[in-house]
């Protein structure tokens, strides 16, 4: 009898575990389910976000090349100028030359100080120390012009010197504008 007594009240725990058990295993499931939800909900209003935000970056960047483009393109414009001015100025010393190339140097060192966080920083060092040295390409030419005007005699080697330095500064300055649009170019996209 006392096994009878301890056989049933085992078979009743046992069936009253697994009763328990799988009301456990319900309740947990349950559970599980509604945390999947919420971190699934949780991870949906995440992806939202980032898209919001990828969408506002992008929005931002196409604003930034937009800025960047006519940027560039200002600037090839005024070293454009520039460069022909120098040209002109190269061809014929007139006092008209001289004065439209120093308003072109004028302009490019307004631009070139105004635009400093757009330009790959070593051309725009080279190109500051090169409108520098276009600052005493202009003095020449004007000490040049003078000399002519004056019809005076001077130091031919001087002269001399002088031009060849000129020259020098002004084949610098177009190697150093081509490289710049070769190296903005591969920037904004153009080969």
Not at 71 to 89: G, M, Q
Not at 141 to 164: F, H, M, P, T, V
Request: hydrophobic share 45%; with cysteine.
């Amino acid at each position: 009898m006392v096994s009878e007594n301890l056989s049933q009240i085992l078979i009743a725990s046992g069936g009253a575990f697994v009763v328990c058990a799988a009301i456990f295993a319900s309740l947990w499931k349950l559970a599980m389910d509604a945390t999947l939800e919420k971190f699934k909900c949780s991870q949906a209003e995440a992806i939202e976000r980032l898209k919001i935000d990828l969408a506002q970056s992008i929005a931002r960047a196409a604003r930034l090349e937009d800025a960047q483009f006519g940027a560039y393109r200002e600037i090839f414009e005024v070293l454009s100028d520039l460069r022909l001015s120098a040209d002109r100025l190269w061809d014929l010393v007139t006092q008209r030359n001289v004065n439209e190339f120093g308003r072109h140097l004028e302009a490019v060192r307004k631009m070139l100080y105004g635009k400093e966080l757009i330009l790959p920083q070593p051309q725009l060092g080279k190109l500051q120390e090169l409108i520098n040295q276009f600052e005493e390409f202009y003095k020449g030419k004007q000490g040049l012009l003078e000399i002519y005007e004056s019809n005076r005699s001077s130091d031919s080697d001087s002269i001399a010197r002088l031009i060849a330095h000129n020259k020098s500064v002004r084949d610098e300055f177009n190697v150093t504008v081509t490289e710049l649009k070769h190296i903005i170019g591969n920037q904004i996209g153009n080969p």
